[in-house]
């Protein structure tokens, strides 16, 4: 999971730049979209020569929590990704903006800053990869959520050049592992049987958050001030908290939940 979310983040990195090249180069976005559509169908097609069926995986327990215990969980996994998607995508999106507009940064900087976001979210996933097994998925999770948090009220509180280069790329590496772990505990939670739709239903979650959640940010910012970010991004990290506070407490003994995180 930390793979493939890895490599996500990799393209959010390097697209940017990539297309921003073509237009210095050929003053125009469209070879590079060329070049994208060539790339999906090479890999469709690799993927299609390479591909086999594997089987059926092993199927997991069921928790002994029910169907109000399932429909909980989904419900509370698809805030989380709602609000998530919505700060990573509102981060990404708008603090170019507050660093150019209001602080003064040099445009140079402020497109380091974002480089550097995008940088440590896909770091954080590749470091999910090689090393995620070291630490329990729930307290991978925990950390994430936490130390967005903190990362999100000293991007609102420190000064620009700090907020630019110290606390948005903290940021970033404290979201990178969020999707990768909350996909991978779902079929553990509500067992393998329920999680295809339920992660279906996060995924599309996430999506509608990430396509209306930082569209009222950019409002709030063009109707109030740019520095509203910053409050915007806190308030969201703290809903994410505690919708994650919500999501962990205990549907049925301590012992089930010590396994259920093993």
């Known amino acids: 999971m930390g793979a493939l979310h890895g490599a996500w983040a990799i393209g959010a990195s390097l697209g940017p730049p990539l297309v921003g090249a073509t237009l210095v180069a050929s003053d125009s976005w469209r070879p590079a979209y060329v070049v994208a559509a060539a790339a999906f169908a090479l890999l469709g097609l ?59 940064l040099t445009a140079g900087l402020a497109g380091l800053a974002v480089f550097l976001y995008w940088s440590a979210l896909a770091a954080g996933r590749i470091a999910l990869a090689v090393f995620g097994d070291r630490v329990a998925p729930a307290r991978l999770f925990e950390i994430s959520v936490f130390a967005a948090l903190t ?12 907020a630019a280069l110290l606390a948005l790329p903290c940021l970033g590496a404290a979201l990178s592992v969020f999707v990768p772990v909350l996909l991978y505990l779902t079929p553990r939670r509500i067992g393998s049987a329920a999680a295809p739709r339920a992660i279906g239903y996060q995924v599309a979650a996430g999506m509608i958050g990430g396509a209306s959640l930082p569209a009222g940010v950019g409002l709030l910012m063009q109707s109030i001030d740019v520095t509203v970010l910053g409050p915007c991004l806190v308030t969201m990290a703290a809903v994410l908290a505690g919708l994650h506070l919500a999501s962990t407490r205990p549907l049925g003994s301590r012992t089930y939940m010590r396994q259920l995180f093993r």
Do not use: H, K
């Open 46 to 104: 690799a993927t299609y020569a390479i591909r086999s069926d594997l089987g059926d995986a092993p199927a997991l327990e069921a928790p002994p929590s029910g169907e109000r215990g399932i429909g909980r969980t989904v419900i509370l996994g698809c805030a989380l990704m709602f609000v998530y998607v919505g700060i990573e995508l509102g981060a990404g999106q708008w603090t170019y903006t507050r660093f150019t507009v209001d602080a003064s």
């Open 151 to 162: 990362s999100a009220v000293a991007f609102w509180l420190l000064p620009a050049p700090a």
